[in-house]
Nanobody, 113 residues
Framework: VQLQASGGGSVQAGGSLRLSCLAS????????RGWYRQAPGKERELVAR??????MYAESVNGRFTISRDTAGNTVSLQMSSLKPEDTAIYYC?????????WGQGTELTVSS
């Protein structure tokens, strides 16, 4: 499985942006899809994920971000609103099967105050 993330950019605080991640290859074994982010000098953290049991969000983005996937399961998106400077990071999409983790190349978001 290969993942291609897109949609990053620069926005002002309070703005919105949508990230997308397109998977190629065999995704039949994928059961969880998600987004992580890594800010400068910080560890990578989970932002949101979507799976058979539903969705889950980090407390810092709950109510501002929405994760979704298409019916086929090869695209996962992250709609981000009310963006804050602390959301600035490189965002990585992640697909998980029973045996492996797959990562996209990262897409950068910069939120200016």
């Amino acid at each position: 499985v290969q993942l291609q993330a897109s949609g990053g950019g620069s926005v002002q605080a309070g703005g919105s942006l949508r990230l997308s991640c397109l998977a190629s290859g065999s995704i039949s074994s994928i059961n969880v899809r998600g987004w992580y982010r890594q800010a400068p000098g910080k560890e990578r953290e989970l932002v949101a994920r979507i799976g058979d049991s539903g969705t889950m969000y980090a407390e810092s983005v709950n109510g501002r971000f929405t994760i979704s996937r298409d019916t086929a399961g090869n695209t996962v998106s992250l709609q981000m609103s009310s963006l804050k400077p602390e959301d600035t990071a490189i965002y990585y999409c992640n697909f998980v099967s029973r045996f492996r983790n797959y990562w996209g190349q990262g897409t950068e978001l910069t939120v200016s105050s």
